[in-house]
C-alpha cells in the first residue's frame, strides 16, 4: 500500500489498538501478580458520559451518577485514545517510521502520554494532579509511569507487523 492518506489511519488505527491491548494485557499480569488494580473503564466511561451535561469534575468520579452504557464507552474512549497515540506518533516521526519502526521513539510518545492522566484525567476523576489525593501517590505515579512505557513498548512492538503489512 503506498497512499499515505489511507495507510496513516489503517496503520494508526491497527497499532493503536495492537499498543493499547499490550497495555491491557499488562493490566491484567499486573493485577494477578502484584494486586495493583487497572483503572476501571466504567468510571473512565462514567466521566466522559457527564461531558456533554457540563459535567466535567467530579470529586470522586466513583460518586458520580452512573451513565447508561458507561462501560463500553469507557473502553471505547480508552482505545480511541491508543489510537489517537499511535497517530501522534507516526505524525510526530513521520511514515518512514513504518519502514523501520525504532523502540526510542515509541517509548518516548508512550511514555510522554502519562502526562495526559497526570494532568487531565487524574484531577478531573478527584484524584488530584499527578494522584496527589490518592492514598499512595509516589505508588500511584510509579504505576502510572510504568504503564505508560508498557503502552509506549506496545506501540513498537505492534508498529513491526503493522510495518511489515503495509509496506
Do not use: N
Not at 489517537?84 to 510526530?92: G, K, S, Y
Request: glycine share 12%.
Amino acid at each position: 500500500m503506498s497512499d499515505p492518506a489511507i495507510e496513516f489511519p489503517i496503520a494508526a488505527v491497527l497499532i493503536g489498538c495492537g499498543a493499547t491491548a499490550f497495555m491491557d494485557v499488562w493490566g491484567v499480569v499486573k493485577a494477578r501478580l502484584w494486586g495493583v488494580p487497572s483503572l476501571d473503564y466504567a468510571l473512565l466511561g462514567r466521566w466522559v458520559g457527564h461531558m456533554p451535561r457540563g459535567r466535567f469534575v467530579h470529586r470522586p468520579i466513583a460518586a458520580a451518577v452512573p451513565v447508561a452504557g458507561e462501560r463500553a464507552l469507557g473502553w471505547l474512549i480508552h482505545y480511541l485514545t491508543g489510537i489517537a497515540f499511535a497517530a501522534l506518533l507516526l505524525a510526530v516521526w513521520g511514515p518512514g517510521w513504518l519502514d523501520a519502526p525504532a523502540l526510542a521513539p515509541a517509548l518516548i510518545i508512550g511514555l510522554g502520554t502519562v502526562l495526559f492522566p497526570f494532568l487531565v484525567m487524574q484531577p478531573a476523576l478527584g484524584a488530584g494532579i499527578a494522584a496527589s489525593r490518592t492514598p499512595a501517590p509516589v505508588r500511584a505515579r510509579f504505576h502510572s509511569l510504568v504503564t505508560h512505557a508498557v503502552f509506549g513498548l506496545g506501540l513498537y512492538l505492534s508498529g513491526l507487523p503493522v510495518g511489515s503489512l503495509l509496506r
